[in-house]
């Protein structure tokens, strides 16, 4: 076990249940929990223990805007949470990255890094699809980034 972990979401986890459960576990066990987050408030300062520490990063995350708008605070989103992360990880840190929408705001980058991928549900449509040309990506780089993540979740996991 890690005594650090950087629990990522974009977007904000009052709306997952399992986002608070996991996070009072990890401090039940010991663990140091920093959770780096796109929405956050003061409701979410009562509903996590004392000694989490709570990091805003980007722009507030919202499911009602233009693909184009997405795409621009993507990168900006991205660069904070990195920001974050280089500065603050270290040999016992574990990332903890919740979601899809996390995963594609972080970036291949994530991959040099250990951490646990945590996927709520597999989701039919996949708005930034459209861009992945744009973005350098191919469809074989994606699915080889993704098996590569599905191993590197099973190998932490062990």
Not at 23 to 49: C, F, H, R, W, Y
Not at 66 to 90: G, P, Q
């Amino acid at each position: 076990m890690y005594d650090k972990v950087i629990l990522i979401q974009v977007d904000s986890i009052l709306g997952y249940p399992l986002t608070i459960a996991l996070i009072n576990e990890l401090v039940n066990a010991g663990t140091q929990v920093t959770v780096l987050i796109t929405v956050a408030s003061d409701q979410l300062k009562e509903v996590l223990p004392q000694s989490v520490i709570i990091e805003k990063v980007g722009k507030e995350y919202s499911y009602k805007t233009s693909a184009l708008t997405k795409l621009k605070d993507l990168f900006a989103v991205r660069k904070s949470i990195w920001r974050y992360i280089d500065t603050h990880y270290d040999e016992d840190t574990l990332l903890w990255v919740m979601s899809n929408i996390t995963l594609k705001h972080m970036g291949m980058k994530l991959l040099d890094y250990r951490y646990n991928l945590h996927l709520f549900e597999l989701v039919e449509k996949v708005t930034y699809i459209a861009v992945i040309g744009h973005l350098g990506l191919t469809w074989q780089n994606l699915l080889i980034m993704l098996i590569k993540l599905l191993f590197v979740s099973i190998i932490v996991l062990r």
